[in-house]
């Protein structure tokens, strides 16, 4: 059974920069296309990029540009390095995997883009 270990998850003020790393350990599994998902709070998960094993890769709109997907296909890894961060990249990132058509996920590395401000206190000034 695949056993995938996912790293590189934080905590990044807008502008900032990630690496997410994804290792998938195979007995029987062979794997094909990998990539990555995510999900925001409150909202369905995403594709957000994959790559084929000849290094073909693709994203979603909101991440091209920023993102860059790329693998080592004897080691079973794939990366994902996200440059100019938005507080909307926020969310759970899911690494998958995929062979003949069915694809798995791991348990996913959170990533939370801030925006270096507080949340603010309130003064009030009386006569």
């Known amino acids: 059974q695949a056993q995938f270990v996912e790293s590189g998850g934080g905590s990044v003020q807008v502008g900032g920069s990630l690496t997410l790393s994804c290792t998938v350990s195979q007995s029987t599994f062979g794997i094909d296309g990998m990539g990555w998902e995510r999900q925001a709070p409150g909202k369905p998960r995403e594709f957000v990029a994959g790559i084929s094993t000849g290094g073909m890769s693709r994203y979603a709109d909101a991440v091209g540009g920023r993102f860059i997907i790329s693998r080592d296909n004897a080691k079973n890894t794939v990366w994902l390095r996200m440059n100019m961060l938005r507080s909307e990249d926020t969310g759970v990132y899911f690494c998958?995997?995929?062979?003949?058509?069915?694809?798995?996920w791991g348990r996913g590395t959170q990533v939370t883009v801030s925006s270096g401000w507080g949340q603010g206190t309130q003064v009030t000034v009386s006569s």
């Open positions: 998958y995997a995929g062979a003949n058509g069915e694809n798995r």
